[in-house]
């Protein structure tokens, strides 16, 4: 308040009254931005979680199996991870090391949102039919997630199944930015080809997260929160797959 009435003694016109609000608002804004940039959160948003995954993900390329298994991957913490966050991000932007964006991701969507992206419906009996729909739910038949890449708008479609718990949704988000930054090019043409392309690299990253023991184990040994979901930035749905029914 003292300092307030301070300034105000020597402002005497228009000129030096803005020129003292812009020199103020200048501060407040620069210490709010100290201030957030000096916040390290322990939850896995989907900033941080790009962040995180492509760091793991460069050491576990760099690494034979057998030094993953025997040694583990060094993982960052959140206080190394909070050094490189952005202030403002784009939402549900799959964005490698900090840098290059990949693409997108939609995390939780109705199994409609996947289907209508390469099956087709029978308007009269609300049914889907497609050649691909069994293989591509044997490809996630022991995963707690559903995942379909569309290539015109580089986007993953994640349909979380009803027992999907917070390590499942960063897995789906860890195969998303895997996909997006190592699955070839020519692998997305066609829709058997980025099927197949999803079956590889679900694999290679079953194969990894197998050789450090338990994902959700190396990321709070590190002083990351698994427990709390932090992905979803919305109400998102669940989907109860009977196998017997089929779709």
Do not use: C
């Given at each position: 308040?003292?300092?307030?009435?301070?300034?105000?003694?020597f402002?005497?016109?228009?000129?030096a009254?803005?020129?003292?609000?812009?020199?103020?608002?200048?501060?407040?804004?620069?210490?709010?931005?100290?201030?957030?940039?000096?916040?390290?959160?322990?939850?896995?948003?989907r900033?941080?979680?790009?962040?995180?995954?492509?760091?793991?993900?460069i050491q576990a390329?760099?690494?034979?199996?057998?030094?993953?298994?025997?040694?583990?991957?060094?993982?960052?913490?959140?206080?190394?991870?909070?050094?490189?966050?952005?202030?403002?991000?784009?939402?549900?932007?799959?964005?490698?090391?900090?840098?290059?964006v990949?693409?997108?991701?939609?995390?939780?969507?109705?199994?409609?949102?996947?289907?209508?992206?390469?099956?087709?419906?029978?308007?009269?009996?609300?049914?889907?039919?497609?050649?691909?729909?069994?293989?591509?739910?044997?490809?996630?038949?022991?995963?707690?997630?559903?995942?379909?890449?569309?290539?015109?708008?580089?986007?993953?479609?994640?349909?979380?199944?009803?027992?999907?718990?917070?390590?499942a949704?960063?897995?789906?988000?860890?195969?998303?930015?895997?996909?997006?930054k190592?699955?070839?090019?020519?692998?997305?043409?066609?829709?058997?080809?980025?099927?197949?392309?999803?079956?590889?690299?679900?694999?290679?990253?079953?194969?990894?997260?197998?050789?450090?023991?338990?994902?959700?184990?190396?990321?709070?040994?590190?002083?990351?929160?698994v427990?709390?979901?932090?992905?979803?930035?919305?109400?998102?749905?669940?989907?109860?797959?009977?196998?017997?029914?089929?779709?």
């Amino acid at each position: 308040m003292l300092a307030g009435t301070f300034v105000v003694s020597f402002i005497s016109s228009s000129s030096a009254t803005w020129s003292a609000m812009i020199f103020l608002l200048f501060i407040h804004l620069g210490t709010n931005y100290l201030a957030v940039r000096a916040v390290s959160m322990r939850t896995l948003n989907r900033q941080r979680a790009n962040i995180l995954f492509s760091d793991l993900l460069i050491q576990a390329r760099n690494s034979s199996h057998e030094e993953i298994r025997e040694k583990g991957i060094p993982i960052l913490s959140p206080e190394e991870v909070s050094v490189r966050e952005r202030v403002f991000e784009r939402d549900g932007v799959l964005r490698w090391n900090g840098a290059d964006v990949l693409g997108f991701a939609k995390l939780g969507v109705p199994l409609k949102n996947l289907l209508d992206r390469f099956s087709v419906s029978d308007s009269t009996t609300g049914s889907y039919t497609s050649p691909l729909a069994s293989t591509l739910l044997n490809v996630f038949q022991e995963e707690e997630y559903i995942m379909w890449y569309d290539n015109s708008s580089t986007t993953f479609f994640i349909v979380l199944k009803s027992n999907a718990d917070t390590a499942a949704q960063l897995k789906a988000w860890m195969h998303a930015l895997y996909f997006a930054k190592f699955g070839k090019e020519e692998e997305r043409g066609t829709q058997e080809a980025v099927l197949q392309a999803l079956y590889r690299t679900l694999g290679v990253l079953n194969v990894l997260i197998a050789g450090v023991g338990s994902l959700e184990k190396l990321l709070e040994e590190k002083g990351w929160d698994v427990k709390t979901g932090a992905l979803e930035t919305r109400s998102g749905v669940r989907v109860v797959f009977r196998e017997e029914e089929g779709w």
